[in-house]
Structure formats: structure tokens, C-alpha cells
């Protein structure tokens, strides 16, 4: 199984302020088979990026993914109010699917 | 656009069956996969499954002893069955249609999720 470790735990940013998260695994994901998440509070997870750096439909540009093998993140160029929420990144390289801890991203 | 909708019983007993259902709109359930996921209240998210539309499955390895996802082309619908289920089994349940690209998928459109406690 394909550990996922994001980091950090919780990101405290103001409005208008870069975010950088980082999902790292315990082996190389296949073909960066990696897709990201955002989670508001009771609400069903939103698929933000999918193949490691391809934007979901209507996902404003201001989200990008990169990386690849063990190493990705997800960086959120200027933080909108509606952007502040938890973040989770997946693999969907092998089964089972699994997801890292979550990225908490607050307003400071 | 595509809507998926979970339901069942809010409250399991200990030992005993939890079943639920997400029943799809705007969407067949021919050609895509279809996936269950889990959330604990305050936790992260746990992959259960995910099956095709013409009924192979692929199991978390942690639950398959104890899981069956199953489809309904008839009612446009598929099903989640956990056995013997404990504490550990409340959570958030999500059913998920999922999108394939380069030959892997991943979950895109996601139901609202439905609570599910085991409590005696």
C-alpha cells in the first residue's frame, strides 16, 4: 500500500497569499496517477487536480499541481476567502486507492 | 449534470449489516466505475472500493472480508454492504462516480455522503 504524507498539518496564510502543500509518497506513483481534493466543512470533497498537474473542469487557474515519482504539491497562487479549507491528495496508481492526512488551510 | 444521492439507515447495530445505496442521476452506469468512500467524523478519507458497471470489483484490502459492492442497471443504482460492523465503522459514507484518464481513474463527482453510526 502507498503511503501519502502531506505537509504541513495546518497552514495558517492571510488572503491573497501563496499556499504551498506537499503530499510525499512511500514509493513512486506510477504515471503521477496523483489527483488533489478540496474539502469545506459539510461538504463532499471536490477533485481539484488529477494526473499530478491537470486542472479539473472549472477549477480556477490560480490552483496548480506539479511534481512526480514521490514528490507533489499543490500550490494556491493567491488565496481567495473561498479557498481556505482542508486539502487531501490521493493516488489512484495502485489498490488500494489511498489518501494522505489532509491539509488544513486556515485564515491567519 | 451529474448528481449521486446516498441512502440508509442512519443507525447500525453492532455486529449486524450496514447497506446503503446511491442511487445516480444524469448519468447510466454503463461504461464508468463507481466507488464507495468513508470519512470518520473529524477524520480523513478511506477508500472502500469501486466496481464497473458490468460488476468486477476491487476491494481496500483492509475491508474485503467484510465488503460487497454491488449494481443495479435497473435502477440505475449500486450498493455498499459492510458485515459485522463496530464503532470503528461510523463514518460519513460517500458514494463516487469516477473519471478515467490514461488508464487509471480517480473519483470526480461525489454524493453528498450519508452519516452512518453503529451504536447498540
Known amino acids: 500500500e502507498i503511503v501519502l504524507t502531506q505537509s504541513p498539518g495546518t497552514l495558517s496564510l492571510s488572503p491573497g497569499e501563496r499556499a504551498t502543500l506537499s503530499c510525499r509518497a512511500s514509493?513512486?506513483?506510477?504515471?503521477?496517477?496523483l489527483a488533489w481534493y478540496q474539502q469545506k466543512p459539510g461538504q463532499a470533497p471536490r477533485v481539484l487536480i488529477y494526473?499530478?498537474?491537470t486542472r479539473a473542469t472549472g477549477i480556477p487557474d490560480r490552483f496548480s499541481g506539479s511534481g512526480s515519482g514521490t514528490d507533489f504539491t499543490l500550490t494556491i497562487t493567491r488565496l481567495e476567502p473561498e479557498d481556505f479549507a482542508v486539502y487531501y491528495c490521493?493516488?489512484?496508481?495502485?489498490?488500494?486507492?489511498?489518501f494522505g492526512q489532509g491539509t488544513r488551510v486556515e485564515v491567519k | 449534470q451529474v448528481q449521486l444521492q446516498e441512502s440508509g439507515p442512519g443507525l447500525v447495530k453492532p455486529s449486524e449489516t450496514l447497506s446503503l445505496i446511491c442511487t445516480v442521476s444524469?448519468?447510466?452506469?454503463?461504461?464508468?466505475?463507481w466507488s464507495w468512500i468513508r470519512q470518520p467524523p473529524g477524520k480523513g478519507l478511506e477508500w472502500i472500493g469501486y466496481i464497473y458497471y458490468t460488476g468486477g470489483a476491487q476491494y481496500n484490502p483492509s475491508l474485503e472480508s467484510r465488503v460487497t459492492i454491488s449494481v443495479d442497471m435497473s435502477k440505475n443504482q449500486f450498493s455498499l454492504k459492510v458485515t459485522s460492523v463496530t464503532a470503528a465503522d461510523t463514518a460519513l459514507y460517500y458514494c463516487a462516480r469516477m473519471h478515467c484518464s490514461n488508464n487509471s481513474c480517480f473519483d470526480y463527482y461525489w454524493g453528498q455522503g450519508t452519516l452512518v453510526s453503529v451504536s447498540s
Open positions: 494526473g499530478a498537474s
Open positions: 444524469g448519468s447510466s452506469l454503463s461504461k464508468y466505475y
Open positions: 490521493q493516488q489512484y496508481s495502485t489498490t488500494p486507492r489511498t
Open positions: 514509493q513512486s506513483v506510477h504515471t503521477n496517477y
